[in-house]
């Protein structure tokens, strides 16, 4: 497949045209910033069909293979589409756990049963996926998740609780982590790893209200639930390692997601015009020499940032800590991000203590929307703490 | 609209080529065997604050050459061959005259005429050391300078900050000739008795001195040609600050690996302190400035190659964008290196002495954090 600098700027003026001609029109309802919040029945009809409609225009799981439903090309005409919907700003892709988290760990790890039963589903949206890790006791700690997993004949049989789950109550599938030998050597040995169904006898989700006052998580219950044994992926006590796999996919340390495109981001440009718009003592707030000291500060971080993913793919640059680059993404994204968007909020006098629902909202208060959203990514898939000690271990090999 | 994205893009590239990667491994290896921390330790004192025979090594080597014209006896491969060479010296510490040199030969290949190139140039290639007397005082942000040479050239005025001044056979003065700025030559021989005062640096690993230029008399060909001076001053600093930001970068990792070590070694209560997250996360704080920083080191030196030496508004921006970052990564990994060894981090026997004052030095060379923000404001924020 050809990927020299004129096909793929062809084909990005191509996905260009094809957005330009697709979003769709506001719906005159908030559309969710970042694929946990999606919390109405109407946010997820609409959802539905944008996903399904870029899939059919085969702009979806573009490197993923044929045969189970992708079109089996080089990852950077995906990369390109992403950067096009973000470009666009297109409403999210949402199905992010299937797109993002389990299609890439079942197409890398499953059985071709499991390839064929679940790919295609994530791909057009018919399968909403969710994710069962976290619990209301072991969240960082998540090697000691206490759910747990008995087999009995044809069946395993779940009782526990799991917790932060995006999509809980839409969802068809979760990717499950239970413990199915409470007696095991170490805590990560006694867990398992299940492609789960959501709607079986004994599961039930609640909706969780979250501090932008929307919905979008769950918390789901097992109570002397009956899954399929077969539900079972790879061996019993394989759960840590195929967990871990996720949440490398989760951070973005592997690549293989079916797109990346799950937020809407918000970046410098949008802080640059916030400032030109915000009028003090008769002057665009971005005159102000000391705003933009702390602008130029967030650019240069945000070019870091930019520039380390290109020097993390030349290995010849990066030998003093090998793993760094790859561990500290996710950490130092989702913290700048934070830091910006407190910022923003900051700035806007006492407009800042408006909310969503307020006409007079600057942009819709998407700042203190954006600020408050941000926390699920500082927390969710490790929290900045869990990971500065990951880094502190892994890259620079200090001690546990 | 594609397109748009598409080429800016091309401002977040970075290329590390065969050579270049030869020419680190064989600057790292260069480096550990001729300023181990022993040697540097052995050089604090004294006068020149390098060894005649290290210089002479790192000559035969080619690098006094390798950013100079083929025409002119050097190889040609620009400042991003630079880069990985000044580097490796701050990862050792090492405090040649190398950048002094590597700067005074990029004025010459921007300011004189062929004639004063060919003079000098091949001199340098082969190791004379030649420095640049820019400042009148200590502020890197000055446009102008009081510094006079008469009409029947004749010099008045001194100079701040002339690196390496101690062993310069040529230094390269910024000037005001008949009321406009303009680069004039000027010879060891040439200076009076007790014109070279040296500074006392917060950094002993390097050298740098007041020069006093008042009563020399230059002949007219050494007067640099160009009357751009302004414009070439302005790279010359972009350069300066470039390169300062290589070797901060170089000497926070090492400075990083100071930290690691003690943290994996040193035990209280029990166990070894780099178990302690108020001390794993600054720690994690620091790889994360340098690498910050390093990426943007390695970005500005492709933006050199692409750009055959022209400084353009995307290259100030990383060389501007390499300098902050630099300072802020050894800033933060020199002050923590010495909070973190405890009681035996205030001793001058430890050599978390040696990168906090680094630190302090490096910051200043080319201009600090905040002068280089104030000046990537406009650039950015239009």
Request: negative net charge; charged residues 20%.
């Given at each position: 497949m050809n990927t020299d600098p004129d096909t793929l700027a062809a084909f990005r003026q191509e996905v260009s045209a094809w957005l330009e001609d697709n979003i769709p029109e506001d719906p005159g309802f908030l559309l969710p910033l970042t694929f946990m919040e999606v919390g109405t029945d109407e946010q997820l009809a609409f959802l539905v069909a944008w996903q399904r409609k870029v899939y059919e225009a085969g702009y979806l799981g573009m490197s993923w293979p044929q045969e189970y439903g992708g079109r089996g090309m080089p990852k950077v005409y995906q990369d390109i589409v992403d950067e096009e919907l973000a470009n666009h700003k297109a409403?999210?892709?949402?199905?992010?756990?299937?797109?993002?988290?389990?299609?890439?760990?079942?197409?890398?790890?499953?059985?071709?049963?499991?390839?064929?039963?679940?790919?295609?589903?994530?791909?057009?949206?018919?399968?909403?996926?969710?994710?069962?890790?976290?619990?209301?006791?072991?969240?960082?700690?998540?090697?000691?998740?206490?759910?747990?997993?008995?087999?009995?004949?044809?069946?395993?049989?779940?009782?526990?609780?799991?917790?932060?789950?995006?999509?809980?109550?839409?969802?068809?599938?979760?990717?499950?982590?239970?413990?199915?030998?409470?007696?095991?050597?170490?805590?990560?040995?006694?867990?398992?790893?299940?492609?789960?169904?959501?709607?079986?006898?004994?599961?039930?989700?609640?909706?969780?209200?979250?501090?932008?006052?929307?919905?979008?998580?769950?918390?789901?219950?097992?109570?002397?639930?009956?899954?399929?044994?077969?539900?079972?992926?790879?061996e019993e006590g394989e759960g840590w390692k195929l967990a871990m796999r996720t949440l490398e996919y989760e951070r973005s340390v592997e690549g293989g997601q079916a797109t990346s495109y799950c937020l809407t981001s918000i970046s410098s440009d949008d802080l640059i015009e916030t400032c030109r718009s915000i009028q003090r003592d008769g002057k665009p707030l971005l005159e102000d020499p000391v705003v933009q000291d702390q602008l130029v500060q967030f650019i240069l971080e945000e070019k870091n940032l930019q520039l380390n993913n290109t020097r993390g793919k030349l290995p010849d640059l990066c030998t003093d800590y090998?793993?760094?680059?790859?561990?500290?993404?996710?950490?130092?994204?989702?913290?700048?991000?934070?830091?910006?968007?407190?910022?923003?909020?900051?700035?806007?006098?006492?407009?800042?203590?408006?909310?969503?629902?307020?006409?007079?909202?600057l942009d819709g208060a998407i700042w203190q929307h954006g600020y408050f959203n941000n926390f699920s990514a500082t927390i969710g898939g490790g929290t900045s703490q869990v990971q500065t000690n990951i880094i502190a271990e892994h890259a620079l090999g200090l001690p546990k | 609209m594609g397109f748009v994205r598409y080429e800016e893009n091309k401002s977040y590239s970075m290329r590390f080529s065969e050579e270049q990667k030869m020419i680190l491994e064989s600057a790292r290896s260069f480096c550990q065997d001729t300023s181990s921390i022993e040697q540097v330790r052995k050089l604090l004192e004294s006068a020149q604050g390098y060894e005649d025979n290290v210089w002479q090594q790192l000559v035969e080597l080619g690098w006094t050459g390798i950013a100079i014209a083929e025409a002119f006896g050097g190889s040609e491969l620009g400042i991003e061959a630079v880069v990985p060479i000044v580097e490796s010296m701050g990862r050792n510490l090492s405090a040649t005259p190398f950048i002094s040199c590597t700067l005074a030969a990029q004025l010459l290949l921007r300011a004189a005429s062929p004639e004063q190139q060919q003079r000098w140039l091949p001199k340098m290639v082969e190791g004379q050391i030649a420095t640049l007397a820019l400042l009148d005082n200590e502020d890197w942000g000055a446009d102008n300078t009081t510094h006079?040479?008469?009409?029947?050239?004749?010099?008045?005025?001194?100079?701040?900050?002339?690196?390496?001044?101690?062993?310069?056979?040529?230094?390269?003065?910024?000037?005001?000739?008949?009321?406009?700025?303009?680069?004039?030559?000027?010879?060891?021989?040439?200076?009076?008795?007790?014109?070279?005062?040296?500074?006392?640096?917060?950094?002993?690993?390097?050298r740098s001195a007041k020069v006093d230029f008042t009563g020399v008399t230059v002949s007219a060909d050494a007067v640099l040609a160009a009357d751009n001076v302004e414009a070439i001053l302005a790279d010359i600093k972009l350069i300066g600050a470039l390169l300062t930001a290589a070797e901060a970068v170089g000497t926070t990792s090492s400075c990083l690996n100071l930290v690691v070590d003690y943290l994996n070694t040193r035990k209280q209560f029990g166990k070894p302190i780099g178990s302690f997250q108020a001390l794993k996360h600054p720690s994690v704080d620091i790889l994360i400035k340098l690498e910050g920083a390093r990426s943007q080191v390695y970005h500005a030196a492709t933006l050199f190659e692409e750009g055959k030496g022209e400084i353009e508004r995307d290259l100030e921006i990383a060389c501007r964008m390499a300098k902050a970052s630099a300072n802020d990564a050894l800033l933060m990994a020199g002050d923590r290196a010495v909070q973190f060894h405890g009681g035996m981090g205030f001793t001058y026997e430890c050599d978390a002495q040696l990168y906090i004052r680094r630190a302090q030095w490096s910051q200043q060379q080319f201009g600090d954090s905040a002068h280089h923000r104030k000046r990537l404001a406009p650039l950015l924020l239009n």
């Open positions: 409403p999210i892709i949402f199905n992010t756990i299937g797109l993002g988290w389990a299609g890439p760990l079942i197409l890398e790890m499953g059985t071709e049963a499991e390839k064929q039963k679940y790919i295609k589903g994530i791909l057009t949206a018919e399968d909403i996926w969710c994710q069962g890790f976290s619990e209301p006791d072991h969240g960082s700690d998540l090697g000691n998740a206490q759910t747990r997993a008995v087999r009995d004949g044809d069946e395993y049989v779940i009782n526990g609780s799991k917790i932060w789950t995006t999509h809980g109550p839409y969802g068809k599938y979760m990717i499950l982590l239970a413990r199915t030998n409470p007696e095991a050597k170490s805590k990560y040995a006694g867990l398992s790893f299940f492609l789960s169904p959501m709607q079986a006898p004994g599961i039930t989700t609640s909706p969780i209200q979250k501090i932008t006052g929307e919905y979008g998580f769950a918390q789901t219950f097992f109570d002397d639930a009956r899954i399929p044994a077969e539900c079972l992926m790879g090998p793993l760094s680059l790859m561990l500290s993404g996710k950490l130092e994204a989702t913290e700048l991000c934070r830091r910006m968007r407190q910022y923003a909020v900051s700035l806007q006098g006492a407009k800042g203590g408006l909310y969503i629902h307020d006409n007079d909202a | 006079q040479l008469s009409d029947d050239l004749v010099l008045t005025g001194e100079k701040w900050f002339v690196d390496d001044a101690a062993t310069a056979e040529l230094f390269i003065i910024l000037t005001q000739y008949q009321g406009s700025a303009r680069f004039v030559l000027v010879e060891r021989n040439q200076l009076s008795e007790g014109a070279i005062k040296a500074h006392a640096l917060i950094d002993e690993t390097k």
